[in-house]
């Protein structure tokens, strides 16, 4: 987070837009199923029959993947003491561990489908979620002031991703993080990744942070209020409250909410600058432009009739892109460089696009004025490569099918687009689909 948090670009970069899924809108919402951005990680190979239902034949392949998986940390140990794991640390963090079914279940059953970002939204700024955020600044108003003026990040985008991680720390995960990781690592779909994890998991272990049982989180391994992945906690987590603890588990929310400050702030976050504003557009506008390497200052886009949605006038606050996340018949946003520096915690413009609604709705800004073509659904995985395949076999090349809808792609849409005489915002949507039918 994402902090990972959410977690690190590896995953995220290869994650549908609206995958995060995870937001809860009731003021005390039920425990997530998944870490931020990992509904995309789809099944592949071990265990996939290994369920923890009772049923004939699942006690002899659960044993089997039992010893499979003990085999497997005898293998690993000898790589996890030449990364500087101590014998001792490997030993106090794998007592009583197992290989743990519920985490492959929950790995396995990710649904194809993605949310729009309207419904995204309308979870991860619901009216609940505001006023949660609203009493969670209150409360912690002394710590979450002196965060901001040490770090220079805003008191209200802190706790809006504390908001979307955990609901105000009402859930951070309850899972052994180290069983998890090695599930997980054990599986070999992304073997690499969260072995990597797992190794910074221990060193945390090791630096005297947090005992293994303690050390709980996601089924993922992100944990504390703003779900961290171990890599991420070894590169930014802080120990602001001085007791020698980098402790982001705590009911004391202190550190966590540090950390997340000073990750923003090493990826770039600007005090005083916006993460965007929502904006009008022109009749006759150049969707064309409407890209991230299109940058403009406010007062440049203004003499083309891009106006604020409130029509106060935008200072120039920096460079500025037009972003269009569901085309033309959505909202539009004029996005600055924190917009840059909250996608480095979460690479998802939805997740982006919701931390900064609910951090200016925290702080008594309206709701997004604009209507969302609420009407279409999001498309399948395979939808999306089917999308591709037919946009690069009527000329316009996508680079490749992996059921992304990236930067190629949004370019392809529009040169399709334009041939067929529409509207070129590059918004992957299912009519679009269709007419490439």
Not at 182 to 196: P, W
Not at 395 to 421: K, L, M, Y
Request: proline content about 5%; glycine content about 10%.
């Amino acid at each position: 987070m994402r902090s990972f948090t959410s977690f690190a670009l590896a995953i995220f970069c290869a994650m549908p837009v609206w995958a995060e899924g995870a937001v809860e809108t009731s003021p005390k919402p039920r425990p997530r199923a998944e870490a931020p951005g990992l509904a995309a990680l789809a099944p592949t190979s071990v265990a996939r029959s290994i369920r923890p239902q009772a049923r004939k034949g699942v006690t002899v392949q659960v044993s089997t993947a039992n010893i499979s998986f003990r085999n497997w940390m005898s293998r690993f140990r000898p790589r996890a003491r030449r990364a500087g794991i101590s014998e001792a640390t490997l030993d106090r963090a794998f007592r009583g561990v197992r290989y743990n079914t519920s985490v492959i279940e929950k790995d396995r059953n990710q649904s194809e489908f993605t949310k729009q970002i309207w419904e995204y939204l309308d979870s991860a700024a619901s009216d609940s979620r505001v006023t949660n955020g609203k009493a969670a600044l209150r409360e912690n108003r002394r710590v979450l002031e002196r965060i901001e003026a040490h770090y220079g990040v805003e008191k209200e985008v802190v706790t809006a991703i504390w908001g979307l991680e955990s609901a105000y720390g009402t859930y951070k995960g309850n899972l052994p993080v180290i069983e998890s990781l090695a599930t997980l690592a054990f599986d070999g779909r992304r073997g690499s990744f969260f072995e990597a994890q797992l190794i910074a998991a221990l060193k945390i272990i090791q630096s005297g942070d947090v005992a293994p049982r303690n050390m709980t989180g996601s089924w993922a391994g992100a944990m504390g209020h703003t779900q961290f992945i171990p890599t991420s906690y070894l590169a930014f987590a802080v120990d602001f409250t001085g007791d020698g603890k980098r402790d982001i588990w705590s009911d004391n929310p202190a550190d966590a909410l540090a950390s997340t400050a000073a990750y923003l702030k090493k990826s770039g976050w600007v005090k005083g600058q916006p993460w965007g504003v929502e904006v009008t557009l022109p009749r006759g506008f150049d969707y064309g432009s409407a890209n991230r390497k299109t940058r403009k200052l406010p007062s440049q886009w203004a003499r083309l009739g891009v106006r604020s949605a409130d029509g106060k006038r935008i200072a120039d606050y920096g460079p500025a892109s037009i972003l269009l996340p569901a085309g033309a018949q959505g909202a539009a946003f004029m996005i600055f460089k924190n917009f840059s520096a909250i996608e480095r915690y979460n690479a998802a413009d939805a997740y982006v696009i919701g931390v900064g609604h609910l951090s200016d709705r925290i702080g008594g800004g309206p709701k997004i004025r604009a209507n969302w073509p609420r009407q279409d659904r999001g498309l399948r995985f395979s939808e999306k490569q089917e999308m591709q395949r037919l946009l690069t076999r009527r000329g316009f090349d996508t680079q490749g099918v992996d059921g992304i809808i990236g930067p190629r792609t949004i370019s392809a849409v529009r040169s399709f687009q334009r041939s067929v005489g529409l509207v070129p915002d590059g918004y992957a949507s299912l009519s679009i689909l269709k007419k490439l039918r």
